[in-house]
C-alpha cells in the first residue's frame, strides 16, 4: 500500500513569493495534518484538514493557508515568504484521528 | 494535552538494548501515548503506540507503568541505523472533533549509537 507522498521535494523561492506544496494521503485516510519542522528544531504543527473542511491550526499567521480536495489530497500555500519560513514541511494522514503516518516532507528554501 | 519530558539526548553501543523514558504526569484518562522515530531530513515513523502495562511489536516494546505518568521505549540490540531523533507523545488516538488538539512534539531524543 502506497505511503502518504509530498510534492515537490525541494522548493526555492525567492522572498515575498508564493508557494504551494501538496500532499496525496494513504488510501482510506480522511484527515491530513501539515507541520513546519525548521532545522534543528521540532515540529509545530500547522493546519488539520478533515472530510474537505479545516479542523484546527496552530499559531502561525494568516498567510499560511490551505486547503483539502475531495480526494482527500491537500495543498498547502505560503503567501509572502519569507526567510525564516525556510523549513522542511511535513504531511501526515489518518484514519479520523487515528495513528498519523507521515510523508517525506517538502523542503522549502526562501533566499 | 499532556506535556512530555524526554531526555534530550542518549549514546549507546551497537548491540545493546535502549530505553527512553518519557515523563507526562498530567496524562488525562483518554490519551495514549505514541514513540515515533525520526531521521535527518525524513518525515516521523510510527514506531509503537500504547495505552498501559506492556505493548511489543516488530521494532520495540513500549513499558507503561500502572499509573502512566511515565513510559519507556526499548529498542533491543540497537544498531547504526537506529541513530535518529525518538519522539515520545501523549493525546487522545481519537480526535473526532473540530474542538480537540492534534498532536504536540516536544524536542525528542536524540539516540546516537556508535559501533
Known amino acids: 500500500e502506497a505511503g502518504v507522498t509530498q510534492s515537490p521535494t525541494h522548493l526555492i523561492k525567492t522572498r515575498g513569493q508564493q508557494a504551494t506544496l501538496r500532499c496525496s494521503p494513504i488510501s482510506g485516510h480522511t484527515s491530513v495534518y501539515w507541520y513546519q519542522q525548521a532545522l534543528g528544531l521540532g515540529l509545530q504543527f500547522l493546519l488539520w484538514?478533515?472530510?474537505?473542511?479545516?479542523?484546527n491550526r496552530g499559531n502561525f499567521p494568516p498567510r499560511f493557508s490551505g486547503r483539502q480536495f475531495p480526494n482527500y489530497s491537500s495543498e498547502l500555500n505560503v503567501n509572502a515568504l519569507e526567510l525564516e519560513d525556510s523549513a522542511l514541511y511535513l504531511c501526515?494522514?489518518?484514519?479520523?484521528?487515528?495513528?498519523?503516518?507521515f510523508g517525506p516532507g517538502t523542503r522549502l528554501l526562501v533566499l | 494535552l499532556a506535556k512530555t519530558t524526554q531526555p534530550i539526548s542518549m549514546d549507546s553501543y551497537e548491540g545493546q538494548e535502549v530505553n527512553i523514558t518519557c515523563s507526562h504526569n498530567n496524562i488525562a484518562t483518554n490519551d495514549y501515548i505514541t514513540w515515533y522515530q525520526q531521521f535527518p531530513s525524513q518525515g516521523p515513523r510510527f514506531i509503537i503506540q500504547?495505552?498501559?502495562t506492556k505493548v511489543t511489536n516488530e521494532v520495540a516494546s513500549l513499558f507503561i507503568p500502572a499509573d502512566r505518568k511515565s513510559s519507556t521505549l526499548s529498542l533491543p540490540r540497537v544498531s547504526l541505523s537506529d541513530t535518529a531523533v525518538y519522539y515520545c507523545?501523549?493525546?487522545?488516538?481519537?480526535?473526532?472533533?473540530?474542538?480537540?488538539?492534534?498532536?504536540?512534539f516536544g524536542k525528542g531524543t536524540r539516540l546516537s549509537v556508535i559501533a
Open positions: 501526515a494522514s489518518s484514519s479520523r484521528g487515528e495513528t498519523q503516518y
Open positions: 507523545l501523549v493525546g487522545p488516538s481519537r480526535l473526532g472533533s473540530s474542538g480537540n488538539t492534534p498532536l504536540v
Open positions: 484538514y478533515d472530510e474537505g473542511e479545516e479542523r
Open positions: 500504547g495505552y498501559k
